[in-house]
C-alpha cells in the first residue's frame, strides 16, 4: 500500500503544482515578449569609425568598420559653415569608447561643440537610397585609418 500512497500523493502534487505553474507562464511570456521586442542597442567604437560626411545642417553621416553607416542629428548650428569634407573630431563617453547612444558621443566640427540629438545605425535601403556623394562608404576624406609597423595607427 505504500507504494500507491505514494503514487498518490506524487499524483496529487502534480495537479496542485500544474495550475500554479501555468499561472505564472503568462506573466513569464509576457516578460519574454518585451524583452523580444525591445531593439538591442546598436552600438560602435570611435576607433572603428573609418569616414565620416556631412550631409547637411544638422546630419553627419559615418562609415563604421567600412560596412555600416550611422547617421548622426545634431541641434544648433554647429554644422552650418561646415562643408561635406570638413574634418569631425568625435570622442565617447560611453564604456571602452564605444556609442550606443546621444550621451555617448562628443562632436566637435571647426572648434564648435555639437549637441547630438540621435545616432542610428541606417539599413542598408536608406544608405542605398542617399545621394552618392553623401555616404561616406563612398568617400576617401576622413577618418581613414592606415596600419604602421609597430602596431600603431596613423591617420
Known amino acids: ?5 505514494a503514487l498518490a500523493a506524487a499524483a496529487a502534487m502534480a495537479s496542485f503544482a500544474a495550475p500554479a505553474s501555468r ?3 503568462p506573466a513569464q511570456a509576457s516578460v519574454q515578449a518585451e524583452v523580444a521586442a525591445k531593439p538591442a542597442p546598436e552600438c ?8 565620416q560626411t556631412i550631409g547637411g ?4 553621416y559615418f562609415n563604421v568598420r567600412n560596412r555600416e553607416t550611422y547617421r548622426i542629428d545634431v541641434s544648433g548650428p554647429c554644422l552650418a559653415a561646415a562643408g561635406p569634407s570638413d574634418r569631425v573630431s568625435v570622442d565617447s563617453h560611453g564604456a571602452g569608447g564605444q556609442v ?11 572648434g564648435g561643440r555639437c ?8 539599413t542598408p535601403q536608406e544608405v542605398a537610397a ?3 556623394r553623401s555616404d561616406p562608404q563612398d568617400l576617401t576624406l576622413g577618418f581613414h585609418l592606415k596600419p ?3 602596431g600603431g595607427l596613423t591617420h
Open 100 to 110: 550606443c547612444g546621444k550621451l555617448d558621443l562628443e562632436v566637435r566640427v571647426l
Open 57 to 60: 545642417n544638422h546630419v553627419i
Open 130 to 132: 542617399m545621394p552618392r
Open 115 to 122: 549637441i547630438v540629438e540621435n545616432v542610428s545605425k541606417m
Open 23 to 25: 499561472a505564472a507562464d
Open 148 to 150: 604602421v609597423l609597430g
Open 1 to 5: 500500500m505504500k507504494p500507491a500512497l
Open 44 to 51: 560602435f567604437f570611435v576607433r572603428d569609425i573609418r569616414n
